[in-house]
């Protein structure tokens, strides 16, 4: 389950960084004259960093076995799946609508649901491994 965690984590990073590069793309950064997105940079660049952090944990949670990297790597999942879920209502709220942005209104809805669909099934993955972990199950 630890392993499936890690795939599902990889391709979850694989889309987010076709998002992020959409986002860029379309002036995610720019801040001229009227504001351009409905998304703060330090969310936009705060959930992938730390999604890096906690894939780094759990990667070093395989190589040792250790527990405490296992939760750990949960414990900083959970703040970037809230950034995320953050993002999310953000990008619903502004689509199309009289608050309706730039740059996050160029991301194709499917990659949206992509990034989504895998998320969660890392964070259930990952939670699910460490109570297994955590109970003595290999």
Do not use: C, D
């Not at 070093?60 to 879920?85: K, M, P, Q």
């Amino acid at each position: 389950m630890g392993f499936a965690a890690l795939v599902m984590w990889v391709l979850a990073a694989a889309v987010g960084a076709y998002l992020l590069i959409i986002w860029l793309a379309n002036g995610g950064l720019r801040r001229q004259g009227t504001k351009v997105t409905r998304f703060p940079v330090t969310v936009v660049l705060g959930h992938p960093t730390l999604a890096v952090v906690a894939l780094a944990a759990w990667v070093a949670f395989l190589l040792t076995a250790r527990i405490a990297y296992a939760w750990s790597s949960f414990g900083v999942l959970v703040v970037v799946a809230l950034l995320g879920f953050t993002l999310l209502t953000r990008w619903l709220t502004g689509r199309g609508g009289k608050h309706a942005r730039g740059a996050e209104q160029h991301f194709p809805l499917l990659g949206v649901l992509a990034h989504g669909t895998v998320a969660i099934l890392t964070f259930v993955l990952v939670l699910f491994t460490a109570i297994r972990v955590s109970r003595g199950q290999p």
